[in-house]
């Protein structure tokens, strides 16, 4: 009984947190989508691409969907090597910064936040403004869904499932790294998959080494799935 309970919590905590990125992705897209391609096309110097990737990533919350939507524009010819370099660095930079962010023990932002977006949402009829409420909501469910998943993950230490998982995570990289790839597939972020192992190494259910190993598989090539989806949406 106490697995089930254990499957269905994370389950939907897991389900939440994807729900709530996906939210804040296309609620920024919705406002400045068409925007993108005209910044990333326009940026020559490396040091604003840099900075432009920066941002973006941080907007769409995946240094994925900037890498991909900059390789199309740099075979294209409207983007030269180094300026689309620039960006993917900077995104990878801003990627890094939202997972640090949101990481961060926020829980007493979140009741703002919903009080906030929902009232953009519901009492405005502007359609940037109830987007921008979107976004706070979501913002706001993001830190709801990890509080969540710590608050299920924490009493795991004590038993004996997740210490065997990780004994066979610790003794087989190559096997953590698939695992890894694999979830970010399913998950289809890896925003969101970096933020639930963040939450399970910081609560002690994982090692460092073995969160690591499962960071470089989610941003490998399965780790990309997310993004191709992206610019059929732009």
Known sequence: MALIDFLISIFGATMLLLFAVRLVQNSIERIKGPEFRRLLTQTRSPYRASIAGF???ILL????????????????????????????????????????????D????APILLGVGG????????????QFGRILLGIALIIVALGMLRATIEPLQSSD???????LLAADPVLAFFVGAVLAFIMHSSVASILMFGVAVSAGALSLEVGVVLVLGLSGPFGTFEALELPQRL
Request: proline share 1%.
């Open 119 to 130: 009232w953009l949402y519901l009492k405005f009829s502007t359609r940037n403004i109830r």
């Open 106 to 109: 926020l829980h007493w932002l």
């Open 61 to 104: 919350q995946s240094s994925a969907a900037v890498a991909v939507l900059t390789s199309g524009f740099s075979v294209g010819g409207t983007l030269s090597a180094a300026t689309g370099l620039a960006i993917i660095l900077g995104a990878d930079l801003g990627s890094a910064f939202v997972v640090q962010m949101l990481s961060l």
């Open 161 to 167: 499932l997740l210490p065997a998982i990780e004994a």
């Open 55 to 57: 941002f973006l990533a």
